[in-house]
C-alpha cells in the first residue's frame, strides 16, 4: 500500500516568509510525528498527533512552528516568519497508536528539504 | 535529559566484511531501542528493534547486542552489501507518547 507522502520535496524560501509543509500519512495511522534533520545530526522531535487528543507540542523549537492535523489525517506544519537556521529536512512518520507498553513502528516519509535564503 | 549518541560518525567496510556500528545511551531507564537506516534522500526505515529485557535479537544478516550494565547498543551487519550504504541511527522511546530520541547517526560505506 501507500507510504507516507510529503509534499512538496523541496522548498527554497526567503528568510522572514512563512512556509507550510503536508504530510499525508498511512491510511488507518491514528499516530502522526513531526521531526526535523539538521545537515549531518540526527532526528529532533518536533510535534506528535494521536486521534483527537491534545497535541504533544514538547519539541516545537519556537512559537514560529505550529501543526495542525484536520480530520485525523493529513497534517501541517507551518513555520512563520523563517529563519535561516530553520534550514533542514522535515521528516514526517506515522503509526498505529502506542500505548499499552507496545511500540508500533514509525513509517517514515521521504521529507521535504527546507532552505532558508 | 535522555540523549543517545554513536561512537563513530563514519565507517568504511569491504564488500563481505562484517559491520559493527555502536551506540551509547544516557538514560538507564530506556526500554526499548530501535536501529534506523537512512539512504541518501529517504527517509528512515526500520531494521530492527530490542527491548531493555533482552540483550540479544537477530534478523536477518542483521544483530543488534545491548549492555545495560554500560548503556551501549551495537548493530552487527552480517556480510556487508554494496545495498547496506546509508546513514544508521539507534533511537530510543522519548516518552509515553513514542515520540524517538535519535543519535547522530553513522554512516556506513561499503567498498567493491
Known amino acids: 500500500g501507500a507510504g507516507v507522502s510529503q509534499s512538496p520535496s523541496n522548498k527554497v524560501t526567503e528568510k522572514g516568509k512563512d512556509v507550510e509543509l503536508r504530510c499525508d500519512p498511512i491510511?488507518?495511522?491514528?499516530?502522526l510525528y513531526w521531526y526535523r534533520q539538521s545537515l549531518g545530526q540526527g532526528l529532533e522531535f518536533l510535534i506528535y498527533?494521536?486521534?483527537?487528543?491534545?497535541?504533544?507540542k514538547s519539541g516545537l523549537p519556537s512559537d514560529r512552528f505550529s501543526a495542525e492535523r484536520t480530520g485525523g489525517s493529513v497534517s501541517t506544519l507551518t513555520i512563520q516568519r523563517t529563519q535561516q537556521e530553520d534550514s533542514a529536512v522535515y521528516l514526517c512518520?506515522?503509526?498505529?497508536?502506542?500505548?499499552?507498553?507496545?511500540?508500533?513502528?514509525?513509517?517514515f516519509g521521504p521529507g521535504t528539504r527546507l532552505t532558508v535564503l | 535529559g535522555e540523549s543517545v549518541g554513536l561512537h563513530l560518525p563514519t565507517l568504511s567496510v569491504q564488500e563481505g566484511d562484517n559491520s559493527i556500528i555502536n551506540c551509547a545511551y544516557s538514560?538507564?531507564?530506556?526500554?526499548?531501542f530501535i536501529w534506523y537506516k537512512q539512504e541518501s534522500g529517504k527517509g528512515p526505515q526500520f531494521i530492527i528493534d530490542?527491548?531493555?529485557?533482552?540483550d540479544k535479537r537477530q534478523g536477518q544478516r542483521v544483530t543488534v547486542l545491548l549492555n545495560k550494565t554500560v548503556k551501549h547498543l551495537s548493530l552487527q551487519i552480517a556480510a556487508t552489501q554494496p545495498g547496506d550504504s546509508a546513514v544508521y541511527f539507534c533511537?530510543?522511546?522519548?516518552?509515553?507518547?513514542?515520540?524517538?530520541?535519535f543519535g547522530k547517526g553513522t554512516k556506513l560505506s561499503v567498498k567493491p
Open positions: 512518520a506515522s503509526s498505529l497508536p502506542p500505548g499499552g507498553g507496545s511500540y508500533n513502528e514509525q513509517f
Open positions: 491510511s488507518g495511522h491514528t499516530a
Open positions: 498527533f494521536q486521534g483527537n487528543s491534545a497535541p504533544d
Open positions: 538514560n538507564s531507564a530506556s526500554d526499548y
Open positions: 530490542i527491548r531493555s529485557n533482552m
Open positions: 533511537a530510543t522511546r522519548g516518552g509515553s507518547q513514542g515520540n524517538l530520541i
